[in-house]
């Protein structure tokens, strides 16, 4: 059983930073992938960035050196997204995922490789 809440968004003015947090309830063991999404009205959800459980953080070109995943030392599986320098085009609903991995896979860009998903938190720039 996996439960994901998201929290941190807001408005925030270009330039502008804040910082996402998504607290993962999980009870299933194994390699796994935590995944932030964004989404605007009328388009497809877009892949942002990857932590994977035993490996490294994986960055859409759009927000690298701009955004940071990182998770939490002492529960792994809360995961945050720390967002600098935001711009308009940041503007959408993120969402965390949950997804396994195989031993040596790299995490998804794909929603389909995650199995659960939060109820999102909106970020406005502007």
């Known amino acids: 059983h996996v439960q994901l809440v998201e929290s941190g968004g807001g408005s925030v003015q270009v330039g502008g930073s804040l910082r996402l947090s998504c607290v993962a309830s999980v009870d299933t063991i194994g390699r796994y992938c935590m995944g932030w999404f964004r989404q605007i009205p009328d388009k497809e959800r877009e892949w942002v960035a990857a932590s994977a459980s035993i490996g490294p953080t994986f960055y859409a070109d759009s927000v690298r050196g701009r955004f940071t995943i990182s998770r939490d030392r002492a529960k792994e599986k809360d995961v945050y997204l720390q967002m600098n320098n935001l711009k308009p085009e940041d503007t959408a609903k993120y969402y965390c995922?949950?997804?396994?991995?195989?031993?040596?896979?790299?995490?998804?860009?794909?929603?389909?490789?995650?199995?659960?998903w939060g109820q999102g938190t909106q970020v406005t720039v502007s």
């Open positions: 995922a949950y997804g396994t991995r195989a031993a040596g896979e790299r995490c998804s860009k794909i929603t389909i490789s995650y199995t659960s």
